[in-house]
């Protein structure tokens, strides 16, 4: 009759928490940098994540900077992806700082793609955001910045309104400088020289009363004596120019729960408006119409795909009352000036059930050491779920002796041993919930 072993089993390998402690260093070699800005609106502080810079040399160091954090935070979860797929992908060359910011050191064409940051505070709730980094081979490798202080250019602002002045400001420059030369363009071209020995002493470059054309990449070039020899370096900085504000709208919250409210909140709205009107899809379709607000009379005309829960504001937002999975999807707002002038934006709006309580099923619950294997489940199964799996209050890893399925919905333990004895968990997460399951107890049994 085969009896209980009895053993405390230690956490798995692989199973702790990982910490990177925070550190920093600067890579030799030359740097060609592209500073690409995406200009978000001001709403409610959302998540976000930037790259720096946004466009990277091979061999250099990035920062992928958090911004608008939420209070009482448990922990920050970092993917490579555009989702939070759990996988390990740990490489070494990684420190997460307190503020959740990520430093990648001595990056590689492999590096680039998309990253997730994962939040989760003390009441379970938990946001996600991504960033695209991007990463290039220098061509620029006939010169090596010291490893202290590196030559870098910042725009100020990063994003101008035409007529505004920016300033190209340049940080740490060489010592035994013989000058300096701007220029447009991606190269220093002879035709495009901006100026010899700018301005300012720094080297730092006022563009006054920016217009359209002013967007670009420039050049700045230096002359170096350095031990006779005569070195060039380009540094190339990218500024994108903000013009009159864009109509923009965004989804409060951006993943709403199956039965809550949702506002798609129009940002710049033209001036002189005669209404606003609302569709389902990515386009203003007639057939697609959920309404028509008329500002001169405050009155809203229902559309052909009007359901009765909609209401628009007058500032042209449209609030969705008791959202189901059905309204998930794009909405598009198209305005009208007094002058027939038409804009159009859209927004994706993500509608996700809240999850159950979870609950382990279990093909084996007392086996017998060295002959058993075990399949446990996480129920029930839902779509768009994250599943995760705890033993003994420790993170689940695949390892030779357990297997996870491609969903990380079933967990198989091959061949059980004594090791395996102890308390199992299972947890579900979607953008909106989290749960997890009461601990189940496996015996393991010996003959």
């Keep these: 009759m085969p009896l209980p072993c009895v053993f405390h089993p230690p956490p798995r390998k692989g199973s702790q928490p990982r910490t990177w402690p925070g550190s920093h260093s600067v890579t030799e070699g030359a740097w060609t940098v592209s500073l690409l800005t995406f200009w978000n609106l001001p709403t409610t502080a959302q998540l976000t994540i930037e790259s720096v810079p946004a466009n990277a040399a091979e061999g250099s160091d990035v920062l992928l900077r958090v911004h608008n954090l939420s209070e009482n935070l448990q922990a920050y979860y970092w993917y490579k992806g555009e989702s939070a797929v759990e996988r390990s992908v740990y490489s070494g060359r990684e420190t997460i700082y307190p503020s959740g910011s ?85 190269s220093a071209m002879d035709n495009q020289q901006i100026a010899l020995y700018t301005i300012y002493h720094n080297g730092s470059l006022l563009l006054e009363k920016v217009t359209q054309k002013d967007i670009g990449f420039y050049t700045l070039q230096k002359l170096l004596n350095f031990m006779k020899n005569v070195h060039l370096f380009s540094l190339l900085s990218f500024w994108n120019l903000l013009t009159t504000a864009q109509l923009t709208i965004e989804s409060v919250p951006a993943n709403a729960a199956e039965g809550s409210d949702v506002l798609l909140r129009v940002h710049n709205s033209p001036e002189n408006l005669q209404g606003y009107y609302w ?167 010996c003959e």
């Design 102 to 186: 990520l430093l990648f050191r001595n990056v590689t064409q492999n590096d680039m793609g998309f990253y997730t940051l994962r939040t989760l505070n003390i009441d379970l709730h938990e946001e996600l955001a991504s960033v695209q980094l991007f990463v290039f081979i220098s061509l620029l490798t006939f010169w090596h910045l010291p490893t202290t202080a590196q030559l870098t250019t910042e725009s100020v602002p990063a994003n101008a309104a035409e007529g505004s002045d920016v300033l190209l400001r340049v940080h740490n420059l060489p010592e035994n400088l013989q000058g300096y030369y701007w220029y447009k363009g991606e």
């Design 279 to 445: 569709y389902k899809g990515e386009s203003a379709m007639d057939n697609q119409q959920i309404a028509l607000y008329v500002i001169a009379t405050q009155e809203t005309r229902p559309g052909s795909v009007y359901s009765g829960r909609e209401m628009i504001y007058h500032n042209g937002s449209l609030l969705l009352q008791n959202v189901t999975q059905k309204d998930t999807g794009f909405y598009t707002l198209c305005t009208k000036t007094g002058h027939l002038q038409i804009e159009e934006a859209s927004v994706q709006l993500f509608v996700f059930t809240e999850l159950p309580k979870p609950f382990i099923t279990s093909t084996n619950s007392s086996p017998v050491e060295g002959k058993d294997s075990v399949a446990l489940m996480c129920e029930p199964e839902t779509p768009d779920t994250t599943y995760l799996w705890w033993i003994n209050g420790h993170r689940v890893a695949d390892s030779d002796s357990l297997e996870l399925s491609k969903d990380n919905r079933t967990l198989t333990l091959l061949r059980v041993t004594r090791n395996d004895t102890g308390n199992y968990e299972c947890g579900t997460r979607n953008p909106v919930s989290a749960n997890r399951s009461d601990p189940v107890t496996l015996n393991v049994l």
